[in-house]
């Protein structure tokens, strides 16, 4: 599956089963509509939680406000909150990360997003 969103907030990386690194982010997607037969447009938001487990240095440049295209395999995390109450996610384990605008340099790219498909240790950045 590919999608674009906003990220919701700086990327964490964090570290599971004692040396497994992995970066966490969320983005919001955005959507409008206008119902048949109405004159007033809705709006709804999506939120997708992404894990990154190709390397740790992507998480240099996802940072809050940054527009990216995200491929990978989607899933759904079905959960009681802490009040018994029916919650849901919606997550992805991503192949795949283009970054589509930069908040850092408040531009948009004007050529061919970045494409980020293996690890980020050895790149400058």
């Known amino acids: 599956m590919e999608f ?5 907030a700086d990327a964490k990386t964090s570290t599971v089963k ?3 690194e992995v970066v966490n982010f969320s983005v919001a997607i955005n959507d409008r ?3 048949k037969g109405s004159t ?8 997708i939680n992404i894990a990154w487990w190709k390397g ?17 395999r989607l899933h759904v995390n079905a959960y ?13 384990h991503a192949n795949e990360i283009k970054l589509v605008h930069s908040k850092k340099s408040g531009t948009t790219t004007n050529h ?5 498909t ?4 050895d790149l400058p950045f």
């Open 4 to 8: 674009t969103g906003r990220i919701t």
């Open 18 to 20: 004692g040396d497994k």
């Open 33 to 35: 509509y206008r119902p």
């Open 40 to 47: 007033e447009t809705k709006e709804l938001v999506t939120f």
């Open 56 to 72: 740790t240095g992507i998480a240099k440049i996802l940072l809050k406000g940054a527009i990216v295209t995200v491929t990978g």
């Open 80 to 92: 009681n909150d802490l009040n018994g109450n029916a919650r849901a996610s919606i997550n992805c």
């Open 112 to 116: 061919e997003p970045a494409q980020i």
């Open 118 to 121: 293996q690890p980020l240790e």
